[in-house]
């Protein structure tokens, strides 16, 4: 169980994630964006949303953006991750 300050650094990481997203999408439909733009915010939305889990679970955040890093320490808090994450690493 997370404590109130924790469950606020989640939502926010959280509510950070959701905008780029977002943002990803919204250039995805872009026929003339860069697909290393629309790369960063989809890495971006990853990294946040699993940071998000971390600070949930009261687990240090690891201060990187290595997904597949980001996805060890989060399995290490019991919470599974979805295959379709693994696979994207």
């Known amino acids: 169980m997370s404590t109130?300050?924790?469950r606020e650094v989640a939502l926010?990481?959280?509510?950070?994630a959701?905008?780029?997203?977002s943002a990803a999408r919204l250039l995805a439909g872009d026929g003339a964006q860069d697909d290393g733009v629309i790369g960063f915010h989809a890495?971006?939305?990853s990294e946040k949303a699993i940071k998000a889990v971390l600070?949930?679970?009261?687990?240090?955040?690891?201060?990187?953006h290595d997904l597949g890093h980001l996805l060890d320490v989060a399995q290490?808090?019991?919470q599974g991750v979805?295959?379709?994450?693994e696979e994207a690493v």
């Open 4 to 6: 109130p300050k924790h």
């Open 12 to 16: 926010l990481l959280l509510a950070k």
């Open 18 to 21: 959701r905008a780029d997203l």
């Open 43 to 45: 890495q971006q939305a």
């Open 55 to 64: 600070a949930a679970c009261e687990v240090e955040i690891p201060r990187t």
């Open 76 to 78: 290490t808090t019991g």
């Open 82 to 85: 979805p295959r379709m994450l």
